[in-house]
């Protein structure tokens, strides 16, 4: 049985074409864009309830740049948003550990995402992953080791809130970006980054 050479090419290289993206000026123009995108919405389409629970709507902005430039510029673009994000809107104190969860998370809708066919399943699972990985377990660690409340306490009540927003933050970001697409604006970003 043989392989086929560029398909595991391909596969090989989706982290250094990832990385390669850093040096396209309209790859980082998008990025600064998506950056101004995600401020706007962190700062004006976000709801807190309680101490713990923050629904927003910025994350989307990040996950676009996922999509479009891979797990490398993705995981980059990400912590230095979550710092920028968190000098321009402090919300508690800073803990790296966040940042952490902001950069991992992209990574792992890159590896998902970038340069593959956008399905409704693939973002269901990339969701369920980064809900399961990085929102339920490291969000919950990090939240006890600031606060003290107990990782056993806080886990329930946040991992029914993100299984609750699971099918309804992929559905959205599902049917978004299939709309944008359908645009020819990714299209623009894609050729002019060649």
């Known amino acids: 049985m043989s392989k086929n050479p560029l398909n595991s090419e391909k596969k090989q290289n989706i982290f250094v074409s990832s990385s390669q993206e850093l040096k396209k000026v309209p790859a980082l123009a998008a990025c600064a864009m998506f950056a101004a995108l995600a401020m706007i919405l962190n700062s004006v389409a976000s709801i807190s309830i309680g101490p713990y629970i923050k629904i927003g709507f910025s994350a989307i902005p990040n996950q676009l740049v996922d999509y479009l430039f891979g797990p490398v510029t993705g995981s980059l673009f990400a912590g230095v948003l ?17 940042t952490f969860n902001a950069m991992l998370a992209a990574f792992i809708y ?11 399943w693939r973002v269901l699972l990339a969701k369920l992953i980064v809900i399961l990985v990085v929102n339920v377990f490291l969000n919950t660690l990090w939240l006890d080791m600031l606060y003290g409340k107990g990782f056993l306490v806080l886990l329930p009540a946040r991992a029914v809130k993100n299984l609750i927003m699971w099918p309804i933050d992929s559905v959205i970001f599902f049917a978004l970006t299939r709309l944008i697409e359908q645009t020819g604006v990714f ?5 002019a980054a060649r």
């Open 82 to 98: 979550d710092i920028v994000k968190y000098v321009l809107k402090p919300d508690g104190a800073f803990f790296f550990g966040f």
């Open 110 to 120: 890159g590896c998902f995402y970038y340069k593959k066919k956008l399905t409704l």
């Open 187 to 191: 299209r623009m970003f894609r050729t």
